[in-house]
């Protein structure tokens, strides 16, 4: 099964719109991370916000944020107030925790944003 | 925020040649590097964990003879690609971990090597 699944390869927003980009999960773990990062097409992977299993508010970083529902496995990220420069790749990512002890990421298999004037 | 470097970014080589790729942290030690590879339009796969001093673990599938990797020291990690054939050629992103920051966002990126082998 798949631990993390974006179910969106693309998606369109008009500049200074608000944009969900969806993201489920798939851990027994009760300690885990999760993470949302952007690829523009240098390559480079920014990260933009991390949430913990545990915290109870949806984490909050500039114009993105989080929508957690722990209960569903879900952890969409919104992005507020869309700019031309947000066009990019985007991917969920998850760490798992304390029983596995391993550190790695792993991905979705991304969401490809696109901002239009 | 810590900052990860890779070098060399972009890389051509014939097929059958060997390609080092380095990853160093600049200012943090990492006790653990990861390094992932992205084929065009997929996602990042973790081929290997790497942490100092000890060998690395592999994941299923990644052939550790094709892919060498060293951690030498606490801030550079360097991944061989042996004998490269063109389905060799990827997008290769290696990962650091700051160990004080554990818990929260602890990895920090390099920027890439892009590998053509011809």
């Known amino acids: 099964a798949q631990k993390i699944t974006q179910t969106q390869p693309g998606m369109f927003v008009q500049e200074k719109e608000a944009v969900t980009l969806d993201c489920t999960y798939d851990?027994?773990?009760?300690?885990?991370?999760l993470f949302w990062y952007k690829q523009p097409s240098s390559g480079e992977m920014i990260f933009l916000i991390y949430?913990?299993?545990?915290?109870?508010q949806n984490a909050t970083e500039g114009r993105y944020s989080l929508n957690f529902q722990k209960a569903r496995k879900s952890a969409n990220l919104v992005i507020s107030a869309s700019q031309l420069g947000d066009s990019a790749m985007y991917f969920c990512?998850?760490?798992?925790?304390?029983?596995?002890?391993?550190?790695?990421?792993?991905f979705g298999s991304g969401t490809r944003l696109q901002v239009q004037p | 925020g810590a900052v990860v470097s890779q070098h060399p970014s972009r890389v051509i080589c014939k097929s059958g040649t060997s390609v080092k790729i380095e990853c160093r942290s600049l200012?943090?030690?990492?006790?653990?590097m990861f390094w992932y590879r992205q084929f065009p339009k997929q996602s990042l796969m973790l081929m290997a964990t790497s942490n100092e001093g000890s060998k690395a673990t592999y994941e299923q599938g990644v052939e550790k003879d094709k892919f060498l990797i060293n951690h030498a020291s606490l801030t550079l990690s360097t991944l061989t690609v042996t004998s490269a054939h063109p389905e060799d050629s990827s997008f290769y992103i290696c990962?650091?971990?700051?160990?004080?920051?554990?818990?929260?966002?602890?990895?920090?990126f390099g920027p890439g090597t892009r590998l053509t082998v011809l």
């Open positions: 949430q913990g299993s545990y915290d109870e």
């Open positions: 851990t027994s773990d009760q300690s885990y991370g």
């Open positions: 200012d943090f030690q990492a006790t653990t």
């Open positions: 990962s650091a971990r700051d160990g004080r920051l554990a818990g929260i966002n602890e990895q920090f």
């Open positions: 990512a998850m760490r798992e925790g304390l029983r596995t002890g391993r550190r790695a990421l792993t």
